[in-house]
């Protein structure tokens, strides 16, 4: 079974630019989360999609960041315009349904390492 | 709002030594609690986690972690260190009913031959 996939492994920006970053989900999990590291700090949450709706975003920092989930399957997290501040580690991670207040074992990709010059 | 503390963001054992590294939560509520590993040029990796069952739990790669509520503590362990092992750590918190984990600023474990 294929894990969380995250597009690009890295990409490299001006100040200014948009980039548009992806995650594929493994199969059958509604559940799809963002996260994201800036270097030297802890692992943050960004937002957390059950199937196409925004379930919680409350760890958005601002406007300039989009997050989509069309249809359910993949995701896309775009940074319009970009700041240097926005560079770090964007992890995805996916897990399956449970009931209510139950856990289930999250998932994640590879990370996607942007760096905004 | 949770936290989670993970004291000294760099330790470093001789291969064979017992690995200990620290996290605390800070939870009105039993959380779950979990540990992550990231190996160089790879995503995070699960290796155990509490879910209010046994407050001793194994995970992979003969680490284990004992849930203590009264030092709201969740130490990560393994007897003997292998050169594997090195890699970073994370803990990580998250409360019933919300999905979101919260982390720790993980720990980066060198293992000297």
């Known amino acids: ?117 | 709002a949770q936290s989670v503390t993970q004291l000294g963001s760099h330790v470093s054992v001789s291969e064979g030594a017992l690995v200990l590294l620290r996290c605390n939560y800070s939870s009105s509520v039993p959380p779950y609690l979990f540990w992550y590993v990231q190996y160089p040029n790879q995503g995070l990796q699960l290796l155990l986690k509490y879910t209010s069952a046994a407050t001793l739990v194994k995970g992979i790669n003969g680490f284990e972690a004992e849930f203590k509520k009264s030092e709201t503590s969740f130490h990560l362990t393994k007897p003997s260190a292998h050169m594997s092992d090195a890699a970073e750590y994370f803990c990580a918190v998250s409360e019933a009913g919300r999905r979101a984990l919260t982390f720790g600023s993980g720990t980066r474990l060198q293992v000297q031959p």
Not at chain 1, 41 to 63: A, R, T, W
Not at chain 1, 92 to 104: E, F, H, I, M
């Open chain 1, 1 to 117: 079974e294929a894990g969380v996939t995250q597009f690009p492994s890295h990409s490299v920006i001006e100040k200014g630019q948009t980039v548009t970053l992806r995650c594929d989900p493994i199969s059958g999990h509604d559940n799809l989360y963002w996260y994201r590291r800036v270097m030297g700090k802890e692992i943050k949450f960004l937002l957390h999609f059950v199937k196409e709706s925004k379930q919680d975003e409350s760890g958005m920092p601002n406007n300039r960041f989009l997050a989509e989930r069309t249809g359910g399957t993949y995701s896309t997290l775009k940074v319009q315009p970009a700041e240097l501040e926005d560079s770090g580690v964007y992890f995805c991670a996916s897990s399956q349904v449970l009931g209510t207040g139950g856990y289930n074992e999250q998932f994640f990709g590879p990370g996607t390492r942007l760096t905004v010059l």
